[in-house]
């Protein structure tokens, strides 16, 4: 997974865009006493904009090797750099209209310094604003598109994966507004054999970056302790919704009031979404802890039960929809959208849990082959 330099830079083509157009704003309220100065001061952030939009571009198409790393180390002007880019961007069937439109527009960019200069009347002015206006707005347009392309090409190429590293260094290579639904077991505090869960600190810094990558009037699912429930909605972008009860029989937890036999899963929304499939709020696990009944002992402190896993998957996304789950562990979430017809995305730290995972979704694909070949 490649991405990250193209989203860094995507990101922030959007923040000079935002700069540019509040700017744009303020400046015309007192628009004849600052022209000069504002008009000079939002082209120049509109360009960096256009720029930074382009080095994304760029980004994107060396990792898909659409561009040649060492073809774009030449040493080219800015003027030259825009229409070498754009012109790749033509060969693989971009309009021609809307590229000379988009060049045209560059070329004033690069020379609204000089433009400005000449601001004297009103109707120049007047001009000014307009102009940059128009630029802003085709700046955007192009970003628009350049995410699009983006999404595309992360849909094509990173989807069911499971992705060996820190999940705070690989989720910024997805895109913002991508992921259908979050679906996690996060470390939490509790001390298991398991990477960083001394304390909550990941789980708190990695909360914003799910809130990013996760599309609008979606759903953020997570497991979390009892012990420390009150901060779990400390900090947290998203809004509570629901809460989930899986009910373990053979469960023996020690716990303040003797034994704990139940987990619990926290359901949170982004906007206003709605359930898929509507179902309960209890379910039973499997008999013994740790086992899968076609699967045997999971060799993972935490295991989750793929079949409770599915029904949530199912609750709240749609077949094709995209899951992911950043500590993916031993790989219980992407058997769940196996069985369910869901792509995922997996991050886990710790290698011999990949293994784990890969090993599980190996033996899962060949038990169900076996299966239709004996129908």
Not at 158 to 175: S, T, V
Request: hydrophobic share 40%; proline share 4%.
């Amino acid at each position: 997974m490649k991405n990250g330099k193209a989203i860094e830079k995507l990101e922030l083509s959007k923040r000079y865009l935002e700069n540019a157009k509040e700017d744009l704003k303020k400046a015309k309220i007192d628009k004849e006493r600052k022209a000069y100065v504002d008009l000079k001061y939002i082209s120049k952030a509109s360009g960096m904009a256009y720029l930074s939009a382009l080095e994304a571009l760029k980004a994107l198409f060396i990792n898909y090797g659409i561009l040649d790393e060492k073809e774009v180390k030449k040493k080219l002007n800015k003027v030259e750099m825009y229409y070498y880019y754009l012109n790749k961007v033509n060969q693989i069937g971009k309009d021609k209209d809307l590229l000379k439109g988009l060049l045209d527009d560059v070329y004033d960019i690069l020379h609204l310094g000089g433009y400005y200069r000449e601001l004297q009347s009103k109707k120049a002015i007047d001009d000014g604003f307009e102009k940059v206006e128009k630029i802003i707005k085709i700046v955007e347009s192009y970003v628009k598109w350049i995410f699009l392309y983006l999404k595309i090409f992360f849909k094509l190429m990173e989807l069911n994966k499971i992705f060996l590293g820190d999940a705070l260094d690989l989720i910024k290579n997805i895109p913002s507004e991508t992921i259908d639904l979050i679906l996690t077991d996060p470390p939490y505090g509790l001390n298991k054999d398991i990477a960083y869960d001394e304390s909550l600190e990941l789980f708190y810094k990695i909360l914003p970056e799910l809130y990013r990558v996760l599309k609008n009037d979606r759903f953020f699912i997570t497991f979390f302790s009892t012990k420390y429930l009150p901060k779990l909605f400390e900090n947290n972008p998203f809004t509570y919704f629901w809460q989930i009860i899986l009910y373990s029989p053979g469960a023996a937890v020690q716990s303040p009031i003797g034994f704990t036999k139940y987990m619990s899963c926290f359901v949170f929304k982004k906007g206003s979404p709605k359930i898929k499939k509507r179902k309960k709020d209890i379910f039973i696990d499997t008999p013994t802890k740790m086992v899968e009944p076609d699967e045997g002992f999971i060799y993972h402190p935490t295991p989750k039960p793929k079949t409770f896993l599915a029904e949530i998957i199912e609750m709240f996304s749609e077949e094709g929809d995209i899951v992911l789950d950043p500590f993916i562990g031993s790989g219980s979430t992407a058997l769940a959208c196996i069985m369910t017809n869901r792509n995922y995305i997996g991050f886990e730290i710790e290698e011999k849990y990949v293994k784990l995972a890969l090993e599980r979704i190996e033996k899962f694909k060949k038990r169900g082959l076996q299966k239709k070949l004996l129908t």
